[in-house]
Each structure stands twice: as C-alpha cells, then as structure tokens.
C-alpha cells in the first residue's frame, strides 16, 4: 500500500538519525526533504533563525501552533533548559501520530507535550488543563489565516506577558497578510521581520519576531 510523506519522514529519521541526537533527526529530515522529497518543515536556513530566537529567549515554557512531522517540535526542544516544557499542538491525527515517534526518536519527549487537537479549541484551556500560566516563547507554523485570530485568543486567554516573544513562520510565502498588518501596527508589539528563504527552495520568505509589550 502507498506510504504517506509523513511516514516516508519518519521512515528517514529510523534510517539515518541516531536515537536520543535531536539534531541528528533535524539533520535526516533536512536531507531527506531537500534530496528527495519536498516536506512543509521550517527547514535548515530558517531553523538557524528559529534556533537564534530560542536561545535569546531561553524560555521555561513555549507553545508552537502546527506540529507537522515534529521537525521545529524536535528543533526547539534540542536548545531547552533541562525543566523547560514545550507545548505543541496538531490537529490532524496522523500528523500527530508520526510527531510522537518522531519525538521520541530524538529523545526530547521529556520536554514536549504533543497536543492532538485544534489551536482554537485548546489555547483557551492550556491554563486550567496544563497548569501554564504564561508562554515565554510561541511559534506559529499552522494554517495562516489562523496566525491573528490565535494570536489574539492568547491575549485574551492573559497566556502573553511583558516580554513573550511571537515568532511566525511564512508570513511571505504562503503568507500571513493580516497577522503582518495587525501586529506591525500594534503599540503592543515590537515586531522585525528575519528574511529567508522558504524551506529547500529559493522563493523568498521569513519569520517575524513579535515582543508582547504587555
Ligand atoms: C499548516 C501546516 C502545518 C501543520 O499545522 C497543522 N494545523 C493547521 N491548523 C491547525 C490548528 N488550528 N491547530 C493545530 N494544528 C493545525 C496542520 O495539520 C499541519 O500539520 N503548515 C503549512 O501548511 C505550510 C505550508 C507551506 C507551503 C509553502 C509553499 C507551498 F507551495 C505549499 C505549502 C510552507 C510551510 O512552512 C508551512 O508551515
Ligand atoms: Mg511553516
């Protein structure tokens, strides 16, 4: 029976990652997708930016909107201080299904909390059901019309506080033209935008990195 590219990637990890070297799973994926087949991962040259963000940051707990295949999920995870927890959420099943192994294939389930769902539903109950009183540190990788609407759920939610940084992939291409508009005109953002690449191609992209202002 036909593979699905989900399975194929973690296939890739089994392969040529070593188990418990989270940056030896980033490295097959990356080489895998860049090689062969075309998967919607961060990528290498935006994960330099993304691991930049994370280690300024340095943060105890962080959301990320969109897990995928758990490339990004593995990439943070790998530059966490040892308590730190990682919250991530995916809402198609089988995304989720290979995320988890991918996951443990790297060694870091310790630090990540795959939640199967949707942002919209589960933002709102981070608190109550997980304890988290704010999020140092979200990266938003989901469907792009979800990035505003989300992002003010986590206002109203009180899960942002002086100083959380937004970091939010594509938002040239495919792009996030509303969230851009929003949080570039927000006193209570201070946004900048990282130019880049979409991942494994030569299309133009980048992140933008938003502090909350409070
Ligand atoms: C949206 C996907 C990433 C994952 O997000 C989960 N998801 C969604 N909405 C929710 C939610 N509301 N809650 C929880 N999970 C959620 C989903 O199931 C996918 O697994 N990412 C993309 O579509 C994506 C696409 C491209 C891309 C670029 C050029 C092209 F020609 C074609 C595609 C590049 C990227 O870098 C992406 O990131
Ligand atoms: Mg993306």
Redesign the pocket.
């Known amino acids: 029976t036909q593979s699905t590219q989900p399975q194929r990637i973690l296939g890739a990890v089994q392969k040529n990652a070593t188990r418990g070297d989270p940056r030896s799973v980033v490295k097959a994926i990356d080489q895998y997708c860049r090689n062969k087949e075309w998967a919607?991962n961060?990528g290498d040259e935006k994960g330099c930016i993304l691991d930049s963000v994370v280690s300024e940051v340095n943060p105890s707990t962080v959301l990320e909107?969109?897990?995928?295949c758990g490339y990004s999920t593995v990439r943070i995870a790998s530059l966490l201080p040892p308590n730190a927890k990682l919250f991530t959420?995916?809402?198609?099943p089988h995304?989720a299904v290979i995320a988890r192994q991918v996951i443990a294939w790297a060694g870091v389930e310790d630090k990540v909390q795959l939640i199967e769902g949707?942002?919209?539903d589960w933002i709102p109950k981070m608190k109550e059901h997980y304890g988290v009183k704010t999020f140092d540190l979200v990266f938003l990788?989901?469907?792009k019309d979800?990035y505003l609407p989300d992002t003010k759920l986590l206002e109203e939610c009180g899960l942002l506080r002086k100083g959380s940084v937004l970091l939010a992939?594509?938002v040239i291409?495919?792009g996030a033209p509303e969230y851009l508009e929003y949080i570039r005109g927000n006193q209570r953002y201070e946004s900048c935008f990282f130019k880049s690449h979409?991942?494994y191609t030569k299309a133009l992209d980048g992140l933008e990195k938003s502090v909350f202002l409070g």
Not at 65 to 68: M, N, R, S, V
Not at 89 to 92: A, I, M, R, S
């Open positions: 919607m961060v909107l969109g897990t995928y959420l995916e809402f198609n995304n949707a942002s919209g990788d989901h469907w979800r992939d594509n291409f495919p979409l991942e």
